[in-house]
């Protein structure tokens, strides 16, 4: 889908400026795709089990995101929107250990959902879904994060406040 046009957005990226400059800062390019690096952590994530037998889900969406946005640590520069823009280091290792906490949030969407990576600072778990939307977990609760990588990417780097996710009555 095309961006509408903004006084924020290069001519070049699909990315706002300020986003466009903290990935690149952190590696990231047009075209990146490390799928040899993806299957190394869709294979981790697959083989882990918890000690109470919990598994993790690993599905297309996951996979690439992490091929093309895999290891990135990314930086903001400047302040947030609304809040403090998050530092996300996209490893999916970083919810390894959180395959039962993934899959009661899946549960709860009725979805399945599989880790991105977190927020440094906060330790927030970022998560994806089968359909690409993607998740932050932390200690206040769940939230909505956007329809997909690059919305989710936006919303971190920007600090815009994400939506909280409502527990189920």
Do not use: N
Not at 24 to 42: M, N
């Amino acid at each position: 889908m095309p961006h509408p046009p903004s006084s924020d957005r290069t001519s070049t990226t699909r990315f706002t400026v300020g986003v466009d400059a903290a990935l690149r800062a952190a590696g990231w390019q047009p075209g990146r795709w490390d799928i040899k690096q993806a299957e190394f952590w869709a294979d981790a994530l697959r083989t882990h089990v918890s000690p109470a037998g919990h598994r993790h889900a690993v599905f297309p969406a996951a996979v690439e995101a992490w091929a093309e946005f895999g290891g990135l640590h990314l930086t903001p520069t400047g302040p947030g929107r609304q809040i403090a823009p998050s530092q996300p280091h996209l490893d999916p290792l970083h919810g390894l250990h959180m395959a039962r906490t993934l899959g009661d949030l899946g549960r709860a969407l009725d979805t399945e959902v599989c880790p991105l990576g977190a927020e440094s600072g906060t330790e927030a778990l970022l998560a994806i879904d089968t359909e690409g939307r993607v998740y932050a977990l932390d200690h206040s609760g769940d939230w909505y994060l956007g329809p997909g990588i690059d919305q989710a990417l936006e919303t971190l780097v920007t600090g815009v406040q994400p939506i909280r996710l409502q527990p189920s009555p």
